[in-house]
């Protein structure tokens, strides 16, 4: 079911490590779109993951950043803006990682030097690279920034421990920066706020799986896969959102509505 939303579009994927990522879904639906596509990862990540074989498959390169890095960003972006031989049209940050999570410290018992690392890599590293965008001029008029966030932002969830805080300034960052890339460039900055989703950092969550399904139970859509959020991204990057900027957008099945669904309580 492609529509050619994206023919001729242009842009970056961060963050496909494999083929359980949001990032890997995405890039495959806006390929099928017919946009060209450079992939990025974190070095780390090029010897662990699969997306060797991802950027086979699409006909894209990949250049390795580390996102917390502005050398490799800057790297990053005007190697990608030589390869296309112009601006981009769209970029997706679909980064996350959280050390007192992975070392399953408590939220009141966190140690604030990974807290500052969660916030490089979750957060600022969405400011890093909308920075480094503005300061080479690199995206094209009309184009679209999104980046991926969760509820939890919003409301509280306990076992997303400090990952909340990061998305919360994710959030902002979209805010703030989609002021100023709209007023230079009428570039769009938005927030998709996904459900729960079986990949690697979605399964870091401690208690994923109940989560998984309290959340799936609660929303009247169910949860929204990967698949289903890269159709939302891709939307997103094509021009009939030309006008949807600043926002954080829930792509939930209905889960950020509700209060209390009878379905859950027998
Ligand atoms: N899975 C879920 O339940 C869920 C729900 C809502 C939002 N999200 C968000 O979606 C995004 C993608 O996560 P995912 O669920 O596809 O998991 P994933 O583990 O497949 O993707 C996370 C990516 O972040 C990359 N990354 C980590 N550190 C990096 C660094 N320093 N520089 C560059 N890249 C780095 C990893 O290599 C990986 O590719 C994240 O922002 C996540 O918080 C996930």
């Known amino acids: 079911m492609n529509h ?34 450079v992939l990025t ?9 699969k997306i060797h074989e991802l950027a086979e498959k699409i ?14 960003l800057e ?13 981009l049209d769209f970029v997706l940050h679909s980064i996350g990682m959280s050390l007192n999570m992975r070392k399953k410290r408590e939220y009141t018992d966190l140690n604030h030097d990974w807290m500052h690392k969660t916030l490089d890599i979750s957060a600022i590293s969405f400011h890093r690279v909308m920075q480094t965008l503005w300061k ?27 990952m909340a805080d990061a998305k919360a300034l994710l959030e902002s960052f ?14 769009r900055v938005n927030t998709v706020s996904q459900s729960p989703t079986v990949t ?23 949860n929204a896969s990967a698949e289903d959020c890269a159709r939302f991204c891709a939307v997103l990057f094509s021009d009939y959102t030309r006008m949807v900027t600043m926002q954080n957008l829930y792509h939930d099945g209905g889960f950020s509505s509700m209060g209390v669904n009878p379905a859950l309580l027998q």
């Open 4 to 37: 050619n939303l994206l023919q001729g579009k242009k842009g970056i994927i961060f963050g496909a490590l494999d083929e359980q990522s949001i990032a890997w879904k995405v890039a495959e639906q806006c390929t099928a779109e017919g946009a060209q596509i």
């Open 41 to 49: 990862n974190a070095p780390v990540a090029m010897r662990f993951g």
């Open 59 to 72: 006909h894209a390169p990949v250049i390795p950043a580390d996102a917390t890095s502005m050398e490799d």
């Open 75 to 87: 790297k990053l972006v005007s190697e990608s803006v030589a390869h296309f031989g112009g601006g």
């Open 136 to 162: 080479q001029d690199a995206m094209n008029e009309w184009g679209s920034i999104v980046a991926l966030s969760y509820i939890a932002a919003q409301r509280v969830f306990p076992d997303y421990n400090e």
């Open 174 to 187: 979209a805010r703030s920066f989609g002021y100023h890339f709209g007023q230079r460039k009428k570039v």
């Open 200 to 222: 690697t950092a979605g399964s870091g969550v401690k208690g994923f799986d109940d989560f998984f399904s309290y959340a799936e139970k609660m929303s009247p859509l169910g």
